[in-house]
């Protein structure tokens, strides 16, 4: 099974900056890696599929980069509506479909 | 407009079973793989199972292996998850979730999920 660790578990951002958020696999997964956010209540959104390649309608502000081992989803510039949990999920190894644990962004 | 709707969840004793069901609209379902995620209260997310587009290929996660089932409807938009011998750490909410077209296995639509808690 391929473990996916994800870093920080907690993130502080001011609205307006950056954000940086990372994935770590196991072992490689290529390409295969999805990126998704939770708000409070909701079910999880698709964001990033293929490590770099936003879904419809996700912002441009949004972006994935990485392979193998190593993956960042980065946030230029944090609306509110970005506050949120972000998960990584790999599948090119499966079953199991694994998820990382989430990081949590919150308002500074 | 894809939706994935999902019912059937609720308050179980432990032993127990319940059959979860989602019905999708918006989109045409024979032509996509689907799954179950559940998610634990204040955890993170748990693949569950997984079913191909006509059922050749079906695919379970170790802790529910032996006790779930996972099917389909396609004549009938449906997706299901049949849950015996029930546990306390089953205890989450269950998200139906579609499989996008172009790799299968990344979910790009999601239901809002129902809740089953497990507890005598």
């Keep these: 099974e391929i ?32 990126w998704y956010h939770q708000k409070p209540g909701q079910a999880p959104r698709l964001l990033i599929y293929g490590a770099s390649t936003r879904a419809t309608g996700i912002p ?49 | 407009e894809v939706q994935l709707v999902e019912s059937g969840g609720g308050l179980v004793k432990p ?11 918006g989109f045409s379902f024979i032509s996509y793989n689907m799954h179950w995620v559940r998610q634990a209260p204040g955890k993170g997310l748990e693949w569950v199972s997984s079913i191909r587009r006509t059922s050749t290929n079906i695919y379970y996660a170790d802790s ?28 989450a909410v269950y998200y139906c979730a579609r499989g996008s077209l172009l790799s299968d296995y990344d979910l790009d639509y999601w239901g809002q999920g129902t809740l089953v808690t497990v507890s005598s």
């Design chain 2, 15 to 25: 032993g127990g079973s319940l059959r979860l069901s989602c019905a999708a609209s």
């Design chain 1, 60 to 108: 441009a502000r949004f972006s994935g980069s990485g392979s193998g081992t190593e993956f960042t989803l980065t946030i230029s510039s944090l609306q509110s509506e970005d506050f949120a949990v972000y998960y990584c999920q790999q599948y090119n190894n499966w079953p199991p479909l694994t998820f990382g644990g989430g990081t949590k962004v919150e308002i500074k």
């Design chain 2, 64 to 91: 529910v292996k032996g006790r779930f089932t996972i099917s389909r409807d396609n004549a009938k938009n449906s997706l299901y998850l049949q849950m015996n011998s029930l546990r306390a750490e089953d205890t």
């Design chain 1, 3 to 34: 473990v996916m660790t994800q870093s920080p578990a907690t993130l502080s951002v001011s609205p307006g900056e950056r954000a940086t958020l990372s994935c770590r696999a196991s072992q490689s997964v290529r390409s295969n890696l999805a």
